[in-house]
T-cell receptor
Framework: SQTIHQWPATLVQPVGSPLSLECTVEGTSNPNLYWYRQAAGRGLQLLFY??????ISSEVPQNLSASRPQDRQFILSSKKLLLSDSGFYLC????????????FGSGTQLSVL | AQSVTQLDSQVPVFEEAPVELRCNYSSSVSVYLFWYVQYPNQGLQLLLK??????LVKGINGFEAEFNKSQTSFHLRKPSVHISDTAEYFCAVSGGATNKLIFGTGTLLAVQP
């Protein structure tokens, strides 16, 4: 069966520090991978989308970047965190012809202080 | 580019009353439309989807939605709600070359006794 792993679960970082959140998928190949940020009143905001290794689509201009060094690995990064980067980050992968089945990781609560 | 608008951030309703949660979308290509539900402290669960065919789609837990192409809407309805329906509901759209899933900001359905 397919599983998705996301870590860490919580992270407290000072402003200006770097960030690296990792997500890995097991049990499937060539998945579509997503990074979302969930905030109150803003729902699920799509940050990055990837259809394959090295193929990253950025949805919103921001202080973050994403990389996909391996087929089932998706990394969210920042060189210097801002206060506004605080939030709940979710990694996900999709299945189905229409991507209608979306499977989420357990999420990372990031607090930038 | 596609987008989804959920105008109502919160919808209070009494138990056993009918409810409609509104969703409007924008797209220059054919779309696939979805409603997801997120119960407190849980992940997202697919409620129903419109891919093609009949414009009235039925989902789990007695919910249904109607795809209206001329009004670019995909409103979610239930004739009689229960306390257990209290949750956040997200409308989502996919389509085009990449088929990425774009979510609305969510509507909190608050069912009161």
């Amino acid at each position: 069966s397919q599983t998705i792993h996301q870590w860490p679960a919580t992270l407290v970082q000072p402003v200006g520090s770097p960030l690296s959140l990792e997500c890995t998928v097991e049990g499937t190949s060539n998945p579509n991978l997503y990074w979302y940020r969930q905030a109150a009143g803003r729902g699920l905001q799509l940050l990055f989308y990837s259809v394959g290794i090295g193929q990253i689509s950025s949805e919103v201009p921001q202080n973050l970047s994403a990389s996909r060094p391996q087929d089932r690995q998706f990394i969210l990064s920042s060189k210097k965190l801002l206060l506004s980067d605080s939030g709940f980050y979710l990694c996900a992968w999709s299945a189905g012809i229409y991507n209608e089945k979306l499977f989420f990781g357990s999420g990372t609560q990031l607090s930038v202080l | 580019a596609q987008s989804v608008t959920q105008l109502d951030s919160q919808v209070p309703v009494f138990e056993e009353a009918p409810v409609e949660l509104r969703c409007n979308y924008s797209s220059s290509v054919s779309v696939y439309l979805f409603w997801y539900v997120q119960y407190p402290n849980q992940g997202l669960q697919l409620l129903l989807k419109y891919l093609s065919g009949s414009t009235l789609v039925k989902g789990i837990n007695g919910f249904e939605a109607e795809f209206n192409k001329s009004q670019t809407s995909f409103h979610l309805r239930k004739p009689s709600v229960h306390i257990s329906d209290t949750a956040e509901y997200f409308c989502a759209v996919s389509g085009g070359a990449t088929n990425k899933l774009i979510f609305g900001t969510g509507t909190l359905l608050a069912v009161q006794p």
